[in-house]
T-cell receptor, first 114, second 111 residues
Framework: DSGVTQTPKHLITATGQRVTLRCSPR?????VYWYQQSLDQGLQFLIQ???????AKGNILERFSAQQFPDLHSELNLSSLELGDSALYFC?????????????FGPGTRLTVL | AQSVTQLDSQVPVFEEAPVELRCNYS??????LFWYVQYPNQGLQLLLK??????LVKGINGFEAEFNKSQTSFHLRKPSVHISDTAEYFC?????????FGKGTRLSVIA
C-alpha cells in the first residue's frame, strides 16, 4: 500500500459526459501528479500540482482540468468525454516538487467511455 | 526533451533463471532514473532509483540496476526470478519532476 488513495476505482460513462477523479496523497506529501495509461500511448504525464499551485503541465487536453485543494487532495476533471479517453488514470504523490523525490502511485481509476 | 526506450516489449524466462530488462534513455541534461513494477490490476511500485553516487543500485525483491552514463543505459537485473516476478516493468527518467516512462517490458516467468 503506497498510501495514495484514488476514487473511484472504476468509472463507466458515455461519450460527451463529464467525470471527476479524486486523489488523496500520502500524508505529508505536497506534490500531486496525474498520469494517463493507455494501450497505445503508454504512461503519459498530464499535470503536477505542488502545495496548491500548478507546477508542470504535460500532454493534458484542454477538455481536462485539475486542481489541488488546501487539504492537498486533488481532483482531475474530464469533460466532453470521447471513446479515446478510456484509460487508467493514476495519481502519484511526492514529498517534494523536485525530480529526486520518489513518486508514490495510487491504484488508479479505470475509466471506460462507451 | 527526454525519452526512454525499453528495448524488449516482452521477456519470457524460466523460473530461477537470471533476467535483464534493458532501458536506454536520451537526455541533454543530467537525469534521475527509476524502475517501477506494475502487477496486474495494481498501481506502480518503485523498485529502485538512481540519483547520484554508486552506479550500481540495489532495490527491492532482489533487483538491481546499473547506470551507464556513456551508454545512456539503466538495465535492470535479477540473478534468479520467481513466478511472483511476473509483471510489467517500467523504466523512467526525470530531469526535474514529471516522469517520462518507457513503453514497459512484460516479464513472464515460466514454471
Amino acid at each position: 500500500d503506497s498510501g495514495v488513495t484514488q476514487t473511484p476505482k472504476h468509472l463507466i460513462t458515455a461519450t460527451g459526459q463529464r467525470v471527476t477523479l479524486r486523489c488523496s496523497p500520502r500524508s505529508g506529501d505536497l506534490s500531486v501528479y496525474w498520469y494517463q495509461q493507455s494501450l497505445d500511448q503508454g504512461l503519459q504525464f498530464l499535470i503536477q500540482y505542488y502545495n496548491g499551485e500548478e507546477r508542470a503541465k504535460g500532454n493534458i487536453l484542454e477538455r481536462f482540468s485539475a486542481q489541488q485543494f488546501p487539504d492537498l487532495h486533488s481532483e482531475l476533471n474530464l469533460s466532453s468525454l470521447e471513446l479515446g479517453d478510456s484509460a487508467l488514470y493514476f495519481c502519484a504523490s511526492s514529498a517534494t516538487g523536485t525530480g529526486d523525490g520518489t513518486q508514490y502511485f495510487g491504484p488508479g481509476t479505470r475509466l471506460t467511455v462507451l | 526533451a527526454q525519452s526512454v526506450t525499453q528495448l524488449d516489449s516482452q521477456v519470457p524466462v524460466f523460473e530461477e533463471a537470471p533476467v535483464e530488462l534493458r532501458c536506454n534513455y536520451s537526455s541533454s541534461v543530467s537525469v534521475y532514473l527509476f524502475w517501477y513494477v506494475q502487477y496486474p490490476n495494481q498501481g506502480l511500485q518503485l523498485l529502485l532509483k538512481y540519483l547520484s553516487g554508486s552506479t550500481l543500485v540495489k532495490g527491492i525483491n532482489g533487483f538491481e540496476a546499473e547506470f551507464n552514463k556513456s551508454q545512456t543505459s539503466f538495465h535492470l537485473r535479477k540473478p534468479s526470478v520467481h513466478i511472483s516476478d511476473t509483471a510489467e516493468y517500467f523504466c523512467a527518467v526525470t530531469p526535474l519532476t514529471p516522469l517520462v516512462f518507457g513503453k514497459g517490458t512484460r516479464l513472464s516467468v515460466i514454471a
